[in-house]
């Protein structure tokens, strides 16, 4: 299947299921303790990238955290919709961010939580990074799932990917390195977590 295949069947699947989305109890559990690490105030430029019905900007609001401006992309339109009936105030953006994009403004903080195993185009995604970042910017990439704890519920799944949902610390810290990027922090203990700060 050839990526521009990929993505369609993406869009479609989370455009058919947005309206009746639910999230898993890993995410559940592990959203709040990523927010809670996160360099969130109110002064703060955030881009949610795979931002679905907004679990990240509910959680933020949970724990008391407004960012300067919060601003959510995604392929899906619905998810896109429907978080926008559930936070009005969100600013939405439809967009691939595997295909070169340079927005309207720089961001304090980009993060992508919990869509990392549907990039193929990581130089792609980490050169966006880099275009729409301040200097010392932060990029995130979390999964709520440890490396092999998503290997392990995708078997159970049947899905077979001749691809890493998650691709190994060495090609994180390549293409931060590649693209601009220093103080690179990895863990793969209680759920995956990634960061860089642009230079």
Not at 9 to 27: I, L, M, P, Q, V
Not at 28 to 50: F, H, N, Q, S, Y
Not at 68 to 83: K, R, T
Not at 111 to 120: A, D, E, G, K, Q
Request: one cysteine or more.
């Amino acid at each position: 299947m050839t990526n521009d295949m990929r993505k369609i069947e993406d869009t479609k699947h989370f455009n058919e299921r947005a309206a009746n989305w639910t999230h898993t109890a890993e995410s559940l559990a592990t959203i709040p303790k990523l927010v809670a690490r996160l360099p969130i105030t109110e002064d703060t430029m955030m881009l949610d990238i795979g931002a679905g019905t907004g679990i990240v900007l509910e959680t933020m609001k949970q724990q008391g955290l407004k960012a300067g401006l919060y601003a959510a992309a995604d392929i899906a339109e619905n998810m896109l919709e429907v978080l926008k009936e559930n936070h009005p105030n969100a600013e939405t953006l439809l967009l691939d961010w595997e295909l070169p994009i340079k927005l309207e403004r720089s961001y304090d903080l980009i993060l992508i939580y919990n869509s990392i195993p549907h990039f193929v185009d990581f130089d792609g995604i980490f050169q966006n990074a880099s275009m729409n970042l301040k200097p010392g910017g932060l990029f995130a990439i979390a999964h709520s799932r440890t490396r092999e704890g998503l290997l392990s519920h995708r078997r159970k799944m049947g899905i077979v990917s001749m691809r890493e949902p998650i691709p190994p610390d060495q090609q994180f810290e390549r293409l931060a390195c590649e693209h601009g990027f220093i103080d690179v922090l990895l863990e793969d203990d209680d759920y995956f977590y990634f960061s860089c700060k642009k230079a």
